[in-house]
């Protein structure tokens, strides 16, 4: 039985689907290789990456079999925009050609540095062969996709030729739907490992296309073909399946909160709708007006599904606007390595050098494909392919293409994903490269039906030799490739962190190893810094490779902090420690930390702090873990001199006076309290901001300060009436009732144990907190009653050990006696965690 008598298509797929894998063999291994690259984590892994390539490879084959080879017309321009695709490929196998040193030193003088000094830390010379690329392993791979993507792009052209563009259009949108599908049901369960077994290192989501701005691409692709399909399919009973599955993708478009995914389906929407159709439009296509009201509606319905899904509006953070500032710095890396470019697949590797060091994490990608491209491949093989696929392209925006609403739509699905590429760059994953070079293809092949057969290459010559160079860069990846550079830093930070003291042996091969493979990659320098100094060795040549590979990153600072203490050498280790807070605000934790770690006095650790306002943080968090009242009050102070604007310097100085000014006999304040007093009302002018429980509580602590604690009570009730569920203010109403022995009391501590108990943890601290305020005041049985609480919530030691001290205040002998005994009980248990925990 041939394929095109085989039933199965028709029940599984229906009569769309069934027409297109009746085309032959060539149809079902290409819908094969695009779900299996959509559903398996977008192909990003190279396992499911060379499935892929073996699918798309014999769907070549398969197609270079069916029909004669004069059946499709090769002209120049498809067989330009598949030669690119070659060309480009075996430009990365170029890249990734051993050379002479001096050979590379001519070519890319700047990529023969990174190599010369890649294994200065081991005290190697310098290799006597070098890669233009800087991550060959990696460059091999992206050689594979290459030519994927090529072979793809032909053997969907022959396809749309053929007539196969509706259906090849079908697989997008049936795609798109099953991967919109899928990820509802992932966030419907709350699912936070990919089919319940695979566990992303760096995704938010757990979906089968993991980055929401590549997933938003993808959707918006498969919604325009779908979208065609509407159009064509008028007023049957299909239109209504078609278009429940339009809203379910357009609002999972909206759920992933990309603002380029969102704005470039609005976008793609308008020109939907506006788009003129040409006098040989289709007999079957719906009115432009109709079209018009069915895009408004489909749009409303996905809004309102999407906030239904989310239950509040759209957050989209000023965050994704960040990355418009790496576009200068990604250009200076492409014009440094302008002639052949790092490589393909070594930008992620190299960038660290260009990128800021006040971004959150690492950027693998430049968020634009033709500033990647040229950093990667250099200038003028990017300008060259750009302009070789945009005349190769031209024919499918012909009158052809906008006579067919199937078409029209499906170009303009293809426009919107590269608009949209040029801030989010989704083409770097396989899936969505690979579905958008069928559609391409099918674009082309459609457009070029009816045209003379050229007498150049026959459709089975450049398959045949598509798919032989396909399968040489399928067998070179799976000899060559490693893993990449996101995944090797999370494997050896892991492994190091795992050993708790020296490495193993086993840990220097591998870190050598990817040294090799990413030579120009400033992290593998810093974990050799780190076993270094956990095994006793010398650890300055790693933290110096760091330090060239990224002299701006905070992180490498801190390194050669620990590095300088490490050798006694306080002083300069205090200076780096210094430069990383400048480099990077974000760090102060860190900084306090390492501080702390070497028993450092507040008073040393001040000269940490940058000049101006990048050194009030640091300040304020010094201040907070200071002991002495008169250490924290300076610290505060010097904050304030350093951002006369920090309003939580101000803030917090503020209360620090105001508790001095309480305590009277001691503090700062002890000599001058109505002075105090001055200075505490206006670092709480500057440090209030209105409307928030900061002013309420800080005016309340005014007040009481000034004899007048019943409107300071009054002014925390009406905060907490305004403020409903806040923490701070309802705690401060707690204590100022308790001081003024009001009437007030019972509500107010109700209100703060609703409010705090929404976890056990932050309850049993809320009780502990009250039972300890109200033992102060004498009240041993509210406080029992509160310790009983936070022992019950959050049972520990000291919860069982404050317990049985107020039962005996009351004489509650069986009382105390229960909670000694599960103090005497929880004390093993505790031993034998910190045990386990230290080892």
């Known amino acids: 039985m041939g394929a095109g008598e085989w039933p199965l298509p028709d029940v599984l797929f229906g009569r769309p689907m069934a027409k297109f894998m009746r085309r032959g063999l060539s149809s079902y291994t290409l819908a094969l290789a695009l779900g299996l690259s959509a559903l398996a984590a977008g192909a990003i892994h190279l396992s499911i990456l060379a499935a892929f390539a073996v699918l798309v490879i014999a769907s070549a084959l398969l197609a270079s079999k069916e029909g004669p080879p004069s059946s499709v017309p090769w002209g120049s321009r498809e067989l330009v925009c598949i030669g690119v695709w070659f060309c480009l490929a075996a430009f990365c196998l170029l890249q990734t050609v051993p050379l002479p040193l001096a050979w590379v030193q001519a070519l890319a003088p700047d990529n023969a540095d990174i190599w010369s000094r890649a294994l200065r830390p081991w005290n190697l010379p310098e290799p006597a062969l070098a890669h233009l690329s800087l991550a060959p392993g990696r460059s091999v791979i992206e050689a594979l996709k290459a030519a994927s993507y090529g072979l793809a792009f032909a053997v969907s052209f022959q396809l749309g030729h053929q007539g196969g563009l509706r259906q090849l259009a079908w697989l997008g949108f049936g795609a798109a739907l099953v991967v919109g599908l899928v990820t509802a049901a992932h966030q419907i369960s709350g699912a936070q490992h990919l089919y319940g077994t695979y566990r992303p290192i760096d995704a938010y989501d757990a979906a089968p296309l993991l980055n929401a701005n590549n997933r938003a691409g993808y959707l918006n692709l498969g919604f325009f073909c779908g979208l065609g399909l509407l159009f064509r399919a008028g007023a049957r009973p ?19 909160e990309s603002v380029g995914g969102s704005g470039c389906l609005a976008i793609g929407l308008v020109l939907a709708a506006v788009l003129p159709r040409t006098r040989r439009s289709s007999h079957l296509e719906l009115n432009r007006w109709l079209q018009g009201g069915i895009v408004i509606a489909i749009g409303l319905a996905a809004a309102a599904m999407a906030i239904a899904a989310r239950r509040s509006t759209l957050g989209w953070s000023g965050q994704t606007f960040e990355k418009f500032q790496l576009f200068s710095k990604a250009w200076q890396l492409a014009r440094d390595h302008f002639g052949f470019g790092v490589g393909r697949g070594a930008f992620g590797s190299v960038f660290a050098k260009y990128q800021d060091q006040s971004q959150q994490g690492i950027s693998e990608h430049v968020e634009n494909f033709p500033i990647q491209w040229a950093a990667e491949w250099g200038v003028p093989v990017t300008l060259i392919a750009l302009v070789a696929l945009s005349w190769s392209l031209w024919p499918i925006c012909g009158r052809r293409t906008f006579s067919s609403p199937v078409r029209r739509c499906t170009l303009i699905g293809c426009l919107v ?23 391409l293809g099918a674009l082309c092949g459609a457009s070029a039906r009816g045209a003379v057969p050229s007498r150049g290459l026959s459709s089975q010559a450049v398959l045949r030799m598509g798919s032989g160079l396909t399968a040489v860069c399928l067998v070179l990846a799976l000899a060559l490739g490693v893993e990449a550079p996101s995944r090797l830093r999370h494997q050896l930070h892991a492994e190091l962190a795992a050993t708790n003291g020296p490495p193993p042996t086993g840990f220097w091969t591998r870190l050598r190893s990817a040294m090799q493979a990413y030579p120009a990659e400033p992290y593998f320098p810093l974990l050799g810094s780190s076993a270094a100094l956990a095994a006793g060795q010398p650890a300055l040549p790693w933290i110096a490779r760091a330090l060239e590979r990224s002299p701006t990153s905070a992180q490498a600072h801190l390194e050669l902090a620990r590095v300088l203490h490490a050798g006694g050498a306080t002083s300069q280790a205090l200076s780096a420690l210094r430069e990383s807070l400048e480099l990077n605000p974000r760090s102060t934790v860190r900084v306090l930390q390492l501080g702390e770690a070497w028993g450092l006095s507040p008073e040393a650790l001040e000269s940490v702090a940058p000049a101006g306002s990048i050194g009030a943080p640091f300040l304020v968090l010094l201040a907070s873990h200071a002991k002495d009242d008169q250490v924290r009050t300076h610290l505060l102070e010097r904050a304030v001199e350093h951002d006369p604007g920090h309003a939580d310097a101000h803030y917090q100085l503020a209360l620090e006076l105001l508790s001095s000014v309480r305590r009277q006999a001691e503090g700062a304040c002890a000599a001058q309290p109505r002075e105090c007093l001055l200075r505490a009302a206006e670092h709480a ?28 009570e009054e002014l925390l009730a009406q905060a907490c009436e305004r403020l409903p569920g806040d923490l701070d203010v309802a705690d401060a109403l707690v204590n100022q009732a308790l001081a003024n022995d009001s009437p007030r009391l019972e509500g107010a501590v109700r209100s703060l144990v609703a409010t705090a108990c929404s976890n056990p943890e932050r309850c049993g601290a809320t009780h502990s907190s009250l039972g300890n305020r109200f033992a102060n005041a004498g009240s041993w049985h509210l406080a029992v009653a509160h310790y009983q609480r936070a022992a019950e919530e959050a049972p520990s030691p000291a919860a069982w050990q404050a317990l049985a001290g107020a039962a005996d205040q009351l004489g509650l002998g069986t009382l105390a006696a229960s909670a000694r005994r599960r103090l005497a009980l929880s004390r093993p248990a505790t031993t034998e965690g910190a045990k386990n925990g230290d080892q």
């Not at 299909?238 to 759920?255: D, N, P, R």
């Not at 002013?695 to 409107?711: S, V, Y």
């Open 417 to 439: 994903l590269l608009l949209q590429n040029q801030v989010d760059l989704g083409l770097e994953i396989p899936a969505v490269a690979a579905l958008l070079s069928s559609l």
């Open 685 to 712: 002018r500057l440090g209030s901001r209105p409307g928030s429980s900061r002013t309420a509580i800080l005016e309340a602590r005014l007040l009481a300060e000034r004899g007048q604690p019943q409107e300071a």
């Open 238 to 256: 299909l239109a209504a399946l078609i278009g429940s599955g339009l809203v379910l993708v357009a609002a999972e478009v909206l759920l992933c």
